[in-house]
C-alpha cells in the first residue's frame, strides 16, 4: 500500500516537472514525495553533488567506496544506500589505478559473493577518455554511454578534468551545472562531482573550494573531506556535509579509519566508522557576499584583459558592494593566488588564468 502510493506521489512530480509552468495552487495543493536519498543523508537521489578536499586526501578512494555501497546496497560509513546502478567517470586516474583501488576497497570490504556480482553488473567506467562535459562533442559522448548503462548515480573525478575554460570563472563552473543537470533531468540520475580546495588552508570549510564561488551556489549537497591525522598504514578523516540547499540531510559529522591490511592473502583497504559529531557552525554557513564579490572580479578582470588593478578600480566598477566586502573580496583573491599585492592599493592579476590556479 505505501510502495503503491509513493508511485503516485513521484508520478504526480513527474507530472509537475514536465509542465513548462506550474500554478500556485498546483504546487501547494498537489501531493509530492519526500527527499530521497542515494546514501542517507550525503547523496540526494536526484540532483547535483559535490565531494571536496584537499588534492591528495583520499576523495577518489571515498568516492570509489561510496560507488561500491551503492552497487551492493551495503551502508556507507552506518548510513543506509539505495542500491542502484553507478557509472563512474575517472579522467584522473587509468584502468590500471583504478582496477588496484577498486580491488583493494572489494576486499576490504569482504563482499560476499552475490555482493561481488553485484559490484559487476552494477559498476561501469569511463576512464580517462578526455571526455569534456562542457564541449558538445564531450556531452553527446557521455549522453551516449548513460543511454546505454543507465546509470542511477554518475561519478565524476574530477570537475577540473571535465570542463573547458576556467574554474574561477563563474560562467565556465555554471556550464558544467547546466550540463550535468540537463543529463540529470533527461535520465534521472543524479551527479556526484568531485573537486579540489585551496592548499594554504587548514580546516576545510565550503568556501574553500578551489576556484568560483558558483560550486558552492549551484551545488545541492557539498560534502567536505579533511585528513585529521596518519600514523604508519592507519589515518583518520572526517567527513561533513558542509553545505545543504534544503537543510534536510545529515546534521552530524562522521569520523572514519583507513588502513592498509591483507585480508584472505589479498591487499586490502579497510574503512571503518570510528564515531559521528556535531560539526562546527561554520560549516554550514553559505557563501558570503565577498565570495560572491571576488568571482565578478574574475570575470571582470578576464573580460577587460587588465594585467593591474586598484582599489579604485573596484570601488568604481563595484560600488553596489559595501568597502567592506570589496577589501574582503581582494584579500581573498590574494590568498587564492590570483592577486598579487605590489604596493598600498595596487595590485597585479597573476597570469596565466590558470584552471589549477589556487
Not at 559473493?113 to 576512464?127: H, L, T
Not at 559529531?277 to 587588465?306: A, F, G, M, Q
Request: one cysteine or more; proline letters at 3%.
Amino acid at each position: 500500500m505505501a510502495e503503491n502510493q509513493n508511485v503516485i506521489l513521484k508520478q504526480n512530480l513527474a507530472e509537475l516537472k514536465a509542465k513548462e509552468f506550474i500554478t500556485a495552487r498546483e504546487l501547494l495543493t498537489t501531493p509530492l514525495p519526500p527527499q530521497e536519498w542515494r546514501i542517507e543523508g550525503l547523496l540526494s537521489d536526484e540532483g547535483v553533488d559535490m565531494l571536496v578536499g584537499k588534492a591528495k586526501e583520499f576523495k577518489s578512494f571515498v568516492a570509489l567506496f561510496m560507488a561500491c555501497s551503492c552497487a551492493t546496497g551495503r551502508q556507507f560509513l552506518n548510513r543506509g544506500t539505495k542500491k542502484c546502478r553507478v557509472l563512474y567517470h575517472d579522467e584522473e586516474n587509468g584502468e590500471r589505478r583504478v582496477a588496484t583501488r577498486l580491488g583493494k576497497l572489494v576486499a576490504g570490504m569482504q563482499l560476499s559473493p552475490s555482493e561481488i556480482e553485484d559490484i559487476y553488473n552494477n559498476m561501469m567506467f569511463i576512464s580517462m577518455k578526455g571526455l569534456v562535459l562542457t564541449t558538445p562533442e564531450g556531452k553527446a559522448r557521455l549522453e551516449k554511454v548513460i543511454k546505454e548503462v543507465k546509470p542511477d548515480l554518475v561519478i565524476m573525478d574530477s570537475i577540473v578534468r571535465v570542463m573547458q575554460g576556467n574554474e574561477n570563472s563563474a560562467e565556465d563552473v555554471r556550464r558544467v551545472f547546466h550540463a550535468a543537470k540537463e543529463l540529470f533531468t533527461k535520465y534521472n540520475c543524479s551527479f556526484l562531482l568531485l573537486h579540489h580546495t585551496v592548499k594554504s588552508t587548514d580546516s576545510v570549510q565550503p568556501r574553500d573550494a578551489r576556484g568560483s564561488g558558483d560550486f558552492a551556489a549551484m551545488v545541492g549537497n557539498m560534502l567536505i573531506l579533511s585528513k585529521i591525522k596518519e600514523e604508519d598504514y592507519i589515518a583518520e578523516y572526517k567527513l561533513e556535509v558542509g553545505l545543504q540547499r534544503d537543510n534536510d540531510g545529515l546534521n552530524q559529522g562522521l569520523k572514519f579509519m583507513v588502513r592498509d591490511d591483507l585480508i584472505n592473502g589479498k591487499n586490502a583497504v579497510v574503512i571503518e566508522l570510528i564515531n559521528t559529531y556535531t560539526p562546527s557552525c561554520e560549516s554550514v554557513t553559505p557563501p558570503k557576499v565577498h565570495e560572491k564579490l571576488e568571482n565578478e572580479i574574475i570575470d571582470w578582470v578576464k573580460k577587460n584583459k587588465r594585467n593591474t588593478l586598484t582599489t579604485e578600480d573596484i570601488t568604481r566598477e563595484f560600488r553596489a558592494y559595501s568597502q567592506s566586502a570589496r577589501e574582503k573580496a581582494l584579500t581573498g583573491l590574494c590568498k587564492r593566488g590570483i592577486l598579487t599585492r605590489t604596493t598600498k592599493g595596487h595590485y597585479v592579476v597573476v597570469h596565466p588564468f590558470s584552471p589549477f590556479t589556487t
